[in-house]
């Protein structure tokens, strides 16, 4: 192309490099960019700087945190004896958002996935054994992904737990809320049938 | 919600701004940019300042440059002689993108909408007719959106030209190529209509 301003391209190559972001809105976002005032330039440079140099793990659940200690773990009112373990800290979130869960969370930070190299040695599986040395856990939830990797990610965990004497739970599997049942796969439709409940 | 980490939330609100991102792909690249290696992360804040800093408007035709000149204006082997006046830098790179047009750019940098309150004098047309004055360009083509501020302010500019012996030209109206007559607007397809020629 004739046209060239080598500093927007490049700035339209770092937003097209960002995952569900394709040509035309990396170039729009690199426009959105020019278009700020300096200083919102500078506090949207900021913003990615500071993200990354402030934020690290919980030296407890392993989820993101600024501090050594998470708002969760950091928290008195919430159920010690209870922890919902998840994935990823985007999985806390939305278990967050039910604001009925009041345990506390242990951040895998991925699943087995023998395909992607992954072996269990890459999870938090050890900071998580270690949380149970002084007997305060009573529950484990193992909240995984409902997929290959994470049914089998929260066997491998539930098996280790066992010796411990940790009761160790599964979310419920089950046909979602306001779907529609023509539409529900056979293998959901299957696990519903099998956990139906008295009502 | 209980989880909140400061510098995570600045982070997505700064992407929840831009526009056609939502609080979800806000998210997603607010986490795309915590996974970045620092190297990354300080190359993207970079290319941020970076397009900030750099960035002008071209002497000549106002359009986006590093350089005095952008590189369009300072190539030798363009016809200085037509001048294709448009709203906005991303028309340049969309007329670019034909490869057929060899002529130089003018960026207005706006259209005239009084409903917005942007009259003639926010746009960069006083700089259009200064480039008039050696007698040296002979076609102006009008290539302003065909929205009705577009049109408008086609027609403002190209009456202003007249008196200075420029020939005045606009982008042709018409039926879109591969889109189906069945659904062409009214507008449209009278403009192709009377817009038609001889095969």
Excluded: W
Aim: contains cysteine.
């Amino acid at each position: 192309m004739g046209y060239e301003v080598a500093s927007l391209a490049k700035l339209i190559e770092q937003f097209e490099r960002m995952p569900s972001i394709g040509h035309k809105t990396a170039q729009r976002l690199a426009f959105y960019v020019l278009d700020m005032s300096e200083e919102q330039a500078k506090g949207f440079a900021k913003a990615i700087l500071d993200a990354h140099e402030k934020i690290h793990r919980c030296a407890v659940c392993c989820n993101l945190s600024e501090d050594e200690l998470c708002p969760i773990c950091s928290k008195t009112d919430r159920d010690m004896s209870v922890v919902c373990v998840v994935e990823d800290p985007r999985d806390v979130i939305a278990i967050e958002r039910t604001r009925e869960f009041n345990g506390t969370y242990h951040v895998l930070n991925g699943v087995i996935s023998p395909l992607n190299g992954i072996g269990p040695e890459e999870l938090t599986i050890k900071e998580l054994i270690a949380r149970m040395g002084d007997g305060q856990i009573k529950e484990v939830i193992m909240a995984t992904n409902p997929t290959v990797e994470g049914e089998a990610t929260a066997m491998y965990v539930s098996r280790l737990l066992k010796p411990l004497g940790v009761a160790t739970t599964r979310l419920a599997y089950g046909v979602p809320v306001g779907a529609d049942l023509e539409y529900a796969d056979e293998v959901t439709l299957l696990r519903a049938l099998e956990g139906r409940q008295t009502i």
